[in-house]
């Protein structure tokens, strides 16, 4: 079963597609094949004038709305909302090449496969980067996105300060991308992003597709601990009130809990600062940050309960000062069950073995899936490794997944009586 009007059989260009990610993977290259573009510095804004001319050259009527996120639209025989590719092209300091981008240019691949085959289809098609998805330089998360579907308002986004203090609309400016088309629009028929798994379950089963039902929960917490720094020879232990002690506890009560709560629990603590950070003075100030995340919302908040407890028990005793701060909370998100539904029903057949599994990292569909269906395609990372220049996904696989969504655009955008959506 596949889309109908002659466009059975039509099939993307993997090497195009290859040549596109290693093109842009160009712009921020760091040693070992990575990419560094951390949202809204220079390199992403070079990042952005590539695919933004990629998309002028494709033909698409590309906009730019006041948080920096950008829709190029093909137009379609008849009106109404496009059917949207999309992902980011942002990426954490140390990322890979294929992370967001690959859902940008593959959707790209997809109007470049159409045009050349001359087809038009019923609704229009749109392919979309968002602004600051990876959270790494601006928190939260999925910023543009959530922005875009009236999750987080305009003011509170652009007055977000990075890590290093920038003002995000001051950024957005800077590089020229804070543009004046309406936040939130187009409105959208239904969402895809293409995106690899960044985790092993793919490649250790042989599987060529994942077929996503949802992400999980995520909770961003920021620690600040103030204690005494003082000389390390001279403080008996006794009158000690170390952050870096503090900071250290609750990073491995953080671990504890994961394997404790066991299934898919997960604990990270990324980052953490240690202040004046030298051999011979006890640590006065800790900044840490723990990201927590579970496919299951009851059993994260019992964790976040547990740890929130656990810290503030562990600065009393220790006679520090504690707060802390959200940086980003999103409740487990599930996808459109016909759309999950089609990318595996799409996925076997174009003869590929294909499983459903949920996202354990953080994705603009989650957001979009607010206010449209909302669906995406994994492909498997080469021994799950992801925010790491080692990054790899076969172009077998990328051409594979490319193909997937190819299909399931056009089925959304040509839709038969019985498509369901
Ligand atoms: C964002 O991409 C995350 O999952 O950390
Ligand atoms: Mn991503
Ligand atoms: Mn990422």
Redesign the pocket.
């Given at each position: 079963m596949g889309a109908t009007n002659g466009m059975d059989g039509i099939t993307v260009n993997g090497a195009r597609l290859s040549a596109r990610l290693a093109d842009l993977a160009e712009i921020g290259a760091i040693p070992g094949g990575g990419v560094s573009r951390l949202a809204l510095t220079d390199g992403d804004r070079a990042g952005r004038d590539k695919v933004v001319g990629w998309m002028r050259d494709l033909g698409l009527a590309v906009s730019t709305d006041a948080i920096g996120n950008v829709v190029g639209v093909r137009a379609g025989t008849g009106d109404g909302p496009p059917v949207m590719a999309g992902s980011h092209i942002d990426t954490v300091a140390t990322g890979g090449r294929y992370?967001g981008n690959l859902g940008v240019l593959a959707g790209l691949e997809v109007i470049a496969t159409l045009n050349d085959a001359g087809l038009k289809t019923r609704r229009p098609l749109a392919v979309a980067f968002f602004t600051n998805?990876?959270?790494a330089r601006f928190q939260p998360?999925?910023l543009g996105s959530l922005v875009y579907v009236g999750g987080l308002s305009l003011d509170s986004a652009l007055n977000t300060r990075a890590i290093d203090g920038a003002r995000l609309g001051d950024e957005l400016m800077r590089i020229g991308y804070a543009g004046d088309a309406p936040v939130g629009a187009p409105q959208i028929h239904a969402y895809l992003e293409l995106h690899v798994e960044q985790g092993p379950v793919l490649e250790e089963e042989g599987i060529a597709i994942g077929a996503v039902e949802g992400v999980q929960g995520?909770s961003w917490t920021e620690f600040v601990i103030e204690g005494q720094s003082n000389h390390a020879g001279t403080t008996p232990m006794r009158l000690r009130r170390d952050a870096g002690l503090v900071a250290g506890q609750i990073a491995g009560f953080a671990r504890q809990l994961a394997e404790e709560a066991g299934g898919d629990q997960g604990a990270t603590v990324g980052a953490l600062t240690l202040s004046p950070n030298l051999v011979n003075v006890v640590a006065g100030r800790a900044v840490m940050t723990v990201?927590l995340r579970n496919t299951d919302e009851a059993v994260l908040q019992q964790v976040e309960g547990r740890l929130f407890a656990f810290a503030r028990d562990a600065a009393a005793a220790e006679g520090v000062r504690l707060s802390r701060r959200t940086l980003a909370r999103f409740e487990p998100v599930a996808f459109d069950r016909h759309l999950v539904g089609r990318v595996a029903g799409i996925a076997r057949d174009l003869g590929l073995s294909v499983r459903t599994l949920p996202s354990?990292?953080?994705?603009d569909a989650q957001m979009l899936a607010r206010v449209c269906p909302a669906a995406m395609i994994f492909v498997p990372s080469v021994k799950g490794i992801s925010?790491n220049v080692q990054e790899f996904t076969a172009p077998e696989d990328i051409t594979a997944g490319a193909n997937v969504l190819l299909r399931l655009m056009l089925e959304l955008a040509d839709p038969r009586e019985d498509s369901g959506i």
């Open positions: 992370d998805e990876e959270g998360d999925m995520i990201d354990g990292a953080g994705h925010h």
